[in-house]
């Protein structure tokens, strides 16, 4: 399995971006696809999930109302449509792949993914 993230940038306060993550030797049909973001010194942050088994897409407070994942499943790409960015969501955006399904507890925490993309920077800053 591989996953390429893309579409990081700079943008200003209250701007937007979209993020994307192919996906390619995905087995499982059931499966949990997540975002996770990381500033320097610190773990990373668990922002968005879809969990395929239930259908389900589950986000962050923090990012709640403002960002929004979807997928396009012939082209196995999924998005982050981020939006309102503020400076404290500037990060390395990471997807990341667990083949088959999580339950709500596991889904925030990075070890419980087999795989990651190789992270994409979002600078939010005037």
Not at 75 to 86: D, E, F, G, H, I
Not at 98 to 116: A, D, E, N, R, V
Request: proline content about 3%; some cysteine.
């Amino acid at each position: 399995v591989q996953l390429q993230a893309s579409g990081g940038g700079l943008v200003q306060p209250g701007g937007s971006l979209r993020l994307s993550c192919v996906a390619s030797g995905v087995t499982s049909s059931s499966y949990t696809m997540s975002w996770f973001r990381q500033t320097s010194g610190n773990e990373r942050e668990f922002v968005a999930a879809f969990r395929r088994t239930h259908s389900s897409t589950h986000y962050s407070d923090s990012v709640k109302g403002r960002f929004t994942m979807s997928r396009d499943n012939p082209r196995n790409t999924v998005y982050l449509q981020m939006n309102a960015l503020k400076p404290e969501d500037t990060g390395v955006y990471y997807c990341a792949l667990y083949q088959g399904g999580l339950i709500l507890s596991q889904m925030k925490i990075p070890t419980s993914y087999h795989y990651w993309g190789q992270g994409t920077q979002v600078t939010v800053s005037s």
